[in-house]
Nanobody
């Protein structure tokens, strides 16, 4: 089955940096991957996505601070987070849109989430 395993969360001071990783397995191919976040009492929001062709899209609140990238050979997506602020504190979730076989879309899968806490 498709699995997404995230890593790299933690506690950092304001102005610091963290790098998240998410590795997917169990699928035939990946169409797109992305990062979302959800803080307590808030809706889940898009952070960044990257397409099969490498086109990146960012949420307004992270533009210029976060960078999404991927390693196709390793089925891994990264999120480099710089200039972190307390308002970036959230659980960060990885999402992958996959194919389960050639020309057979498999839908979206989510990771278990990784906590990022930014102290002021």
């Amino acid at each position: 089955q498709v699995q997404l395993v995230e890593s790299g969360g933690g506690l950092v001071q304001a102005g610091g940096s963290l790098r998240l990783s998410c590795t997917a397995s169990g699928m035939f191919s990946i169409n797109a991957m992305g990062w979302y976040r959800q803080a307590p009492g808030k809706q889940r929001e898009l952070v960044a996505t990257i397409s099969r062709g490498g086109i990146a899209y960012y949420g307004d609140s992270v533009k210029g601070r976060f960078t999404i990238s991927k390693d196709n050979a390793e089925n891994t997506v990264y999120l480099q987070m710089n200039s972190l602020q307390p308002e970036d504190t959230s659980v960060y979730y990885c999402k992958a849109s996959v194919n389960l076989a050639p020309f057979r879309p498999g839908g979206d899968y989510w990771g278990q989430g990784t906590q990022v806490t930014v102290s002021s």
